[in-house]
């Protein structure tokens, strides 16, 4: 048997493996006694997309049902111009938003990782980047129901790990010594989630009390990123404003077609 030919001049030869990233063959770093690696869980994580999606499309429908109440209430359906542009907007920003979450699926479940130690939780992931948390900064935990966020009120920071990851009620046990966990439901609960993940940054060692006090903190963060995987550095990394930038494009075009209707209504 020959060399193997390259499909593009040979279109009998077989299929090759396909790549989802070029980091996808990176081996997993083995690690040290007292530090425990969390991923993904499929079917939870599965159970998330589609409840963001669902309340994306009620959110979207409720939209989408007002405007067209609106275009009818003052007679505009009957002008195409206006009626077709701003009917189907709404359905494609969807659409678009929609089809970035499930790319940002992908990326998740290949590089997403939470590691713990024990006064250290570091998560890391594609669109989320990396954020850590110290034990001895933890000034207080809330959970909702989306998972937990663990806030570090006097370095200003927050950490929030979802109920998709795997094995999450093993990761809860392990922080609840570092702070009283309070129940978050409601609209103040997720809104305290939104401000804290504005907040989510990897830690400065040498600021706060904490690392002045027990250096060897430093020490065991070193070792905590030492084995931390390097994968979800190959896609891209949306901060939060780049989530904000979704909702406001989304609103915008959602304004500016309903002053293009008010302009043609004032003629």
């Given at each position: 048997?020959?060399?193997?030919?390259?499909?593009?001049?040979?279109?009998?030869?077989?299929?090759?493996?396909?790549?989802?990233?070029?980091a996808?063959?990176?081996?997993?770093?083995?690690?040290?006694a007292?530090?425990?690696?969390?991923g993904?869980?499929?079917?939870?994580?599965?159970?998330?997309?589609?409840?963001?999606?669902?309340?994306?499309?009620?959110?979207?429908?409720?939209?989408?049902?007002?405007?067209?109440?609106?275009?009818e209430?003052?007679?505009?359906?009957?002008?195409?111009?206006?009626?077709?542009?701003?009917?189907?907007?709404?359905?494609?920003?969807?659409?678009?938003?929609?089809a970035?979450?499930?790319?940002?699926?992908?990326?998740?479940?290949?590089?997403?990782?939470?590691l713990?130690?024990?006064?250290?939780?570091?998560?890391?992931?594609?669109?989320?980047?990396?954020?850590?948390?110290?034990q001895?900064?933890?000034t207080?935990?809330?959970?909702?129901?989306?998972?937990?966020?663990?806030?570090?009120?006097?370095?200003?920071?927050?950490?929030?790990?979802s109920?998709?990851?795997?094995?999450?009620?093993?990761?809860?046990?392990?922080?609840?010594?570092?702070?009283?966990?309070?129940?978050?439901?409601?609209?103040?609960?997720?809104?305290?989630?939104?401000?804290?993940s504005?907040?989510?940054?990897?830690?400065?060692?040498?600021?706060?009390?904490?690392?002045?006090?027990?250096?060897?903190?430093?020490?065991?963060?070193?070792?905590?990123?030492?084995?931390?995987?390097?994968r979800?550095?190959?896609?891209?990394?949306?901060?939060?404003w780049?989530?904000?930038?979704?909702?406001?494009?989304?609103?915008?075009?959602?304004?500016?077609?309903t002053?293009?209707?008010?302009?043609?209504?004032?003629?």
């Open positions: 048997m020959g060399p193997p030919q390259d499909r593009a001049l040979d279109p009998y030869a077989p299929p090759r493996a396909r790549r989802e990233s070029p996808a063959d990176e081996p997993k770093v083995e690690l040290p007292g530090i425990r690696r969390y993904l869980d499929a079917g939870e994580y599965a159970k998330v997309l589609r409840s963001a999606t669902l309340r994306g499309f009620v959110v979207m429908a409720l939209m989408y049902l007002l405007f067209v109440g609106f275009l209430f003052n007679g505009l359906l009957e002008e195409p111009f206006i009626a077709i542009p701003n009917l189907v907007a709404i359905p494609l920003v969807f659409v678009v938003i929609h970035y979450v499930r790319r940002m699926r992908r990326a998740l479940f290949a590089a997403f990782e939470v713990v130690s024990e006064r250290v939780l570091r998560r890391v992931g594609p669109h989320v980047g990396a954020a850590e948390a110290l001895p900064d933890v207080s935990i809330f959970e909702t129901k989306a998972g937990f966020v663990l806030v570090c009120k006097d370095v200003g920071s927050a950490l929030f790990v109920r998709a990851v795997g094995r999450y009620d093993e990761i809860r046990a392990h922080v609840a010594p570092w702070a009283p966990i309070e129940p978050a439901s409601g609209l103040s609960g997720w809104w305290r989630a939104v401000l804290a504005f907040r989510q940054r990897t830690r400065n060692v040498g600021q706060g009390a904490a690392a002045l006090r027990d250096p060897s903190l430093a020490a065991e963060l070193d070792l905590v990123r030492a084995v931390s995987s390097e979800w550095k190959n896609y891209s990394s949306a901060r939060v780049m989530r904000l930038m979704w909702v406001i494009l989304a609103f915008a075009i959602f304004v500016f077609l002053g293009q209707a008010l302009l043609l209504l004032a003629r």
